[in-house]
């Protein structure tokens, strides 16, 4: 990086401020060939390079990258957005100033873009990055034991290889608005140019400190102002006999103004199921009517509990307080007993630990200990070009047994139990530009979507089919039984009869003796594939994170190795490369 002289001299016919804009605007333009942070004066402004590294999987840390950009712009930075997949070591060697964002997926693992610089920098060694400052803001979820553990790595790596960090790190939960400002405006002013903007406005409101993503500000409605959307479909798509439950919902988005695209996600706001909530009441000796004091004022506690606190994993606040008394020492010092189950490991719920405590806390002292009801994403399973003014989602309900109780889980249950009563359900659209259809119409793609992953794909497939797309398109489907759980069969047949549909790949789990999962066909037809993928064609992947996503990965590399008659380190470059020009793409949960 150049230290050079500015682009508008100092005896052009403009005031300082005339000229700083200026100057930061053309350093914008011409890709930052201004003076350094310290070279600073009123004739040379301080218009310091800085680069902002995302790795994201679902769109978050990508939309807050874009973000921060706008800002450290107002603050006389000339920034530049980086995805991770497109960086390495020796280029972030050259870097100044540096500010990272990132997800965390899987069990404590980089998100796709990051994976290829995360394990360049865990395996470097000396010192490269010894003039870069640096901080680092990590996204994550507290409900995972690795919580914010790409963020983590990536900062320690840093700092091992002689990068300065300029303010600590911050990790974020789910409820991430408040730390990331924080952070944000104590690393711009740590990397050393003045606090130009007062603060940390976002679009709307230059007094709120509210940094809301990209994605979410190009309507009226957000995360944080949802658009309340009438319910018009709640379908089970199983059939008799089935073990699973996985609803059709439709809503529409008349009058919104929300657009989304094929590949984004909705986020939905849930309210808590009215039999936990009344659980929860009876805990606590309370009939609802209790005034207590909410994010948005005063409310009966019924409906804070139902439409405001988050009522599954207990916050750590919550258990130090009403939990303490579970630990066994504490238990016996009372005269109380704990359940077994609750003084062994940790309480599932926050109704676990409102029915073993031996002391119940005031309404207002329970409410304060909570976390924030979190929206839910569910990947979008329409096309606005086949299904203008709605939007669909494909929910599979979650139920299971734990301790004795039966548990829900709060968004798809909702959905499925209550979303057509409920009339309206509040909705945004979360943009996810790292899981689109091709952009060119003649590509070929290969989609593997079992269960609920067919969600993207109907709407890949419904914006082929409305556009009268030329490519090639074949899909892989599995999921327990042919006869109840073929998910949208009529649709993907009458696709396939329309010829929009190529080939369709099934895999049905249950239906013999031994599994037959997607992997399994794909090795089965491992020439064919590898032929596709020879022709350009995008492979994606939807679903389940933890087993299906990892085990369609490795099977994959063996399609690869096998019919592409490669080495073992050849397929893992030619996937490498798949990645890096965005043809293999992943949206897992
Ligand atoms: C980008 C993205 C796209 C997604 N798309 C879809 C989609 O298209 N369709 C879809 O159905 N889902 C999708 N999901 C998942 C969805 O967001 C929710 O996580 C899911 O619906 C569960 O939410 P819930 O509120 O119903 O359950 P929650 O109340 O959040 O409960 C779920 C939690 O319950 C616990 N749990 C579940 N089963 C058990 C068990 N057997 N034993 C013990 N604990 C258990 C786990 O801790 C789990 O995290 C997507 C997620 C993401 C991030
Ligand atoms: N992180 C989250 O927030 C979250 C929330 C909800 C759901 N989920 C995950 O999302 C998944 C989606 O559930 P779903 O009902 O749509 O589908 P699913 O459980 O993934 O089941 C779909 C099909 O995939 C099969 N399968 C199981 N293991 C597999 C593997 N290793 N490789 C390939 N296929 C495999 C299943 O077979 P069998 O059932 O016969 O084994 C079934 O036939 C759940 O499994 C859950 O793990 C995550
Ligand atoms: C399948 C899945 C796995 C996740 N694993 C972790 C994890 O191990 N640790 C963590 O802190 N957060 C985890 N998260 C939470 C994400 O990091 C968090 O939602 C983040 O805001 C997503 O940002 P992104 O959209 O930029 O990828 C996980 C989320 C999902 C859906």
Redesign the pocket.
């Known amino acids: 990086m150049n230290a050079s002289v500015p682009l508008i001299p100092d005896n052009a016919p403009f005031s300082p401020e005339q000229r700083a804009w200026l100057n930061g605007f053309l350093a914008g333009v011409f890709s930052r060939t201004l003076a350094p942070v310290g070279a600073s004066s009123l004739a040379t402004p301080a218009l310091a390079p800085l680069t902002i590294l995302f790795g994201s999987q ?1 769109g978050t840390a990508e939309g807050l990258a874009k973000k921060m950009a706008k800002e450290a712009g107002k603050r006389g930075f000339a920034a530049t957005v980086l995805d991770m997949a497109q960086t390495d070591l020796a280029k972030l060697a050259a870097e100044k100033n540096l500010l990272v964002i990132t997800s965390t997926y899987g069990d404590g693992e980089p998100p796709d873009n990051a994976k290829a610089l995360h394990a360049a920098l865990k395996a470097a060694g000396d010192r490269p990055l010894t003039s870069v400052r640096f901080s680092v803001c990590s996204l994550g979820d507290t ?1 995972y034991a690795q919580f914010c553990q790409c963020g983590k790595d990536l900062d320690a790596w840093f700092e091992r290889l002689g990068a300065t960090r300029v303010t600590p790190r911050t990790d974020c939960d789910l409820d991430y608005d408040a730390p990331f400002t924080a952070w944000l405006d104590a690393a711009l002013n740590a990397l050393g140019v003045g606090n130009v903007g007062g603060g940390l406005p976002s679009d709307s409101d230059s007094t709120s400190g509210h940094v809301a993503p990209p994605a979410e500000e190009e309507s009226g409605y957000t995360k944080k102002n949802p658009f309340p959307a009438p319910v018009l479909t709640v379908r089970n798509l199983n059939g008799p006999g089935s073990a699973k439950e ?1 609803n059709h919902i439709e809503f529409s988005l008349e009058g919104s103004g929300l657009a989304y695209e094929a590949g984004d ?1 909705l986020g939905v706001v ?1 309210q808590n199921c009215p039999d936990l909530v009344a659980d929860i009441l009876a805990a606590l000796g309370c009939d609802g009517e209790e005034a207590v004091t909410t994010p948005s004022g005063e409310l009966p506690l019924r409906r804070a509990l139902t439409e405001y606190y988050d009522l ?2 207990p916050s750590a606040e919550l258990l130090s307080v009403v939990g303490g008394a579970l630990r066994p020492d504490a238990a016996s010092e009372s005269g109380h007993k704990a359940p077994p189950t609750l003084t062994a490991q940790a309480p ?1 719920h926050v109704i676990d630990v409102l029915l073993a405590a031996p002391t119940k806390p005031s309404p207002a002292d329970f409410v304060s200990r909570l976390k924030k009801i979190q929206p ?4 979008i ?1 329409s096309s606005p070009k086949a299904h203008a003014g709605q939007v669909h ?6 139920r ?1 047994e ?1 301790d004795g109780r039966t ?7 909702f959905l499925a139990e209550r979303g057509l009563a409920a009339g309206k359900v509040g909705v945004f659209v979360h943009s ?1 530009k790292a899981f689109r259809p091709p952009a060119s119409d003649d590509t070929p793609m290969i989609m593997v979507g079992p269960g ?1 992953g067919i ?1 993207p794909f109907r709407a890949f497939l419904a914006e082929r089919r409305a556009s009268g797309a030329k490519g090639k398109n074949w899909l892989f489907f599995g999921d327990q039984k042919a006869s109840a759980d073929f998910l949208y069969r009529e649709e993907l047949t009458a696709l396939q009869s329309a010829g929009t549909l190529t080939r369709l790949d099934l895999a049905f789990s249950r239906d013999q003796a031994e599994k037959i999962y997607v992997q399994h066909r794909m090795l089965e037809a491992a020439t064919e594939l590898f032929a596709w993928l020879e022709q350009g064609a995008h492979f994606y992947v939807c679903g389940d994170a933890s087993r299906m996503a990892k085990d369609v990965d490795v099977a994959l590399h063996q399609v690869i190795e096998k019919a592409g008659g490669k080495s073992p380190e050849a397929t893992v470059a030619y996937i490498q490369s798949l990645k890096t020009t965005k043809r293999y793409q992943r ?1 897992v ?1």
């Open positions: 679902t409900n996985v996600a849930p599954g994993k599932h839910r994403l569910y990947s399973s989602l494909t929910v599979g309900a979650v299971y734990k548990r829900k889980g709060v968004c798809s249950t996810n609920t969600a949206d949960y």
